[in-house]
């Protein structure tokens, strides 16, 4: 069974047959551009449509959070029109819950809803200093929390952060 842990092994897998389709023009569509899948070290789509056009210089459309791509309905779109539906059209009445800063709290940046929750038991409790999973109780370290947000621009950061989500 391949399961390589780190990226860079995993990266080694993969750039061989993406080297020979970037070649040939060969479009790459990703339908799930999450970066990392919780409780696993296996590659996302994201993270792999990351190193096709970056690395590679291949052609990739992006389709999910945080994307709205040209000729398709995206997740936010298809959300808010649901949400005008039942009368809420004012976004800052609209906020994101999610777990992923490059997706969901980014997403909610770049469709300027009105706010976002970080849940701190999702794909960056590692670096939060929690237990992936339901929440146990722990509170999280400020000190990491800041360290994480740092690494994204002020309009990115989430307006709320809870350590877990549940009900």
Not at 21 to 35: C, F, K, Y
Not at 79 to 99: F, K, N, P, S, Y
Not at 115 to 140: N, P, R
């Amino acid at each position: 069974v391949w399961a390589p842990t780190e990226w860079d092994e995993q990266a080694r897998f993969f750039r061989g047959p993406l080297t020979t389709a970037a070649a040939r023009g060969v479009p790459m569509l990703v339908t799930n551009p999450d970066l990392v899948r919780p409780g696993s070290m296996a590659p996302m789509p994201g993270k792999l449509g990351g190193l096709y056009a970056g690395e590679l210089g291949g052609q990739v459309t992006f389709v999910g959070k945080p994307y709205n791509s040209a000729g398709t309905t995206g997740v936010y779109d298809t959300a808010l029109a649901i949400l005008a539906e039942q009368g809420v059209t004012d976004l800052e009445r609209v906020c994101m819950v999610g777990d992923a800063m490059e997706t969901d709290i980014c997403g909610a940046a770049r469709n300027a809803l009105g706010g976002s929750v970080l849940i701190g038991h999702g794909i960056h409790s590692e670096a939060l200093g929690l237990e992936q999973g339901k929440g146990s109780g722990k509170v999280m370290e400020e000190g990491l929390l800041t360290e994480l947000l740092e690494r994204y621009d002020a309009e990115e950061r989430p307006t709320h952060v809870a350590p877990a989500f549940n009900w």
